[in-house]
């Protein structure tokens, strides 16, 4: 018989609100030279729903003694809200004082169905890019570059719509969240 070792905890979203969670996760040191200091790895959730509310409930699968750093992302019409978490035992701490982010609306000049926008996956600074009406993540395809000699990727992006993009850095011994609107380029 399995035995589950990870936990979980559930959240309810308020209509018109999607919530994702974030795991921070520390590189182990015998790979630290060739990767980031940390990643992030999006939290599997199931949903119902409540009336008009929608319960989320997410799981982590490898729960740490001292505690799952969580970040947040609850996305809203014209905006996101950030928080920083932590699973502690069987309880989420969630800071007080949440983050509001309006994004902006990436413009093209020219009527097409999809803009290419450079994302390097150079393993030393991992990127989302998050659709906030759909709080789905856009993955990059991968190619290489001939001109550079490097290994680059390409996400596809609508036109006149909003995306969320966000890294993890760690500054002056925190880790921060920073977040902005993708640079399109031809």
């Known amino acids: 018989m399995d035995t589950i070792q990870g936990k979980h905890f559930s959240i309810t979203d308020p209509e018109g609100v999607k919530t994702v969670i974030y795991e921070i996760n520390e590189t182990e040191k015998e790979y630290l030279e060739d990767s980031p200091k940390h990643t992030v790895e999006r939290l599997e959730y199931t949903e119902e729903l409540v009336g008009k509310l929608t319960r989320k409930t997410f799981y982590v699968d490898k729960p740490k003694k001292e505690g799952n750093q969580l970040v947040i992302l609850s996305f809203g019409e014209d905006k996101v809200v950030i928080n920083n978490g932590i699973l502690d035992d069987d309880k989420v701490k969630i800071s007080k004082k949440p983050m509001p982010y309006k994004f902006q609306t990436i413009y093209a000049e020219e009527k097409r169905e999809y803009k290419d926008v450079n994302y390097t996956p ?59 609107t993708p640079r399109i380029t031809d």
């Open 122 to 180: 150079n393993l030393k600074r991992p990127i989302s890019i998050i659709d906030p009406e759909t709080a789905e993540e856009i993955k990059p395809t991968l190619y290489f570059d001939e001109k550079t000699n490097e290994v680059k990727g390409k996400c596809k992006l609508a036109p006149y719509k909003s995306y969320f993009v966000f890294e993890i850095r760690e500054e002056d011994g925190r880790i921060n969240l920073v977040g902005g």
